[in-house]
């Protein structure tokens, strides 16, 4: 399991959470409500962890929308900070790219 995520997920369940403007963006381009973004955080499955990422750690995490269609979210943590939890984007995967399951990128 994935360090970065289990912080990501109390601090949501904290309620510290920062979206960036960039996750707005992308959010309202692919029809993703916040609320599911943050509702399914819990039930989250990581699919690559960036740890040394350079602005701060984090994850990108495959969840479900209300209708259980799929979205990735890539969470992080602000570098030399311990909170909030960022939404950095989130997107629908694109089938071509990603297999059946959307846990694997396509070569």
């Known amino acids: 399991m994935s360090k970065t995520f289990e912080i990501i997920k109390k601090l949501v369940s904290k309620n510290e959470i920062k979206i960036s403007a960039h ?4 959010m309202s ?3 993703i409500f916040i609320k599911d973004v943050i509702t399914d955080v819990a039930n989250g499955i990581v699919i690559e ?3 040394k990422y350079p602005k701060g750690r984090c994850v990108l995490v495959l ?3 209300r209708d ?4 990735h979210v ?3 943590i602000p570098k030399g900070e311990s ?3 960022v939404v950095i984007t989130a997107y629908r995967p694109d089938t071509a ?3 059946d399951d959307f846990t694997r990128r396509r070569i």
């Open 83 to 85: 909170s909030p939890a």
């Open 63 to 65: 969840e479900k929308d």
């Open 68 to 71: 259980s269609r799929p979205i």
């Open 49 to 51: 962890d960036y740890d």
């Open 29 to 31: 381009e692919d029809d």
């Open 74 to 76: 890539v969470w992080g």
């Open 97 to 99: 790219l990603w297999t």
């Open 23 to 26: 996750g707005y963006d992308e």
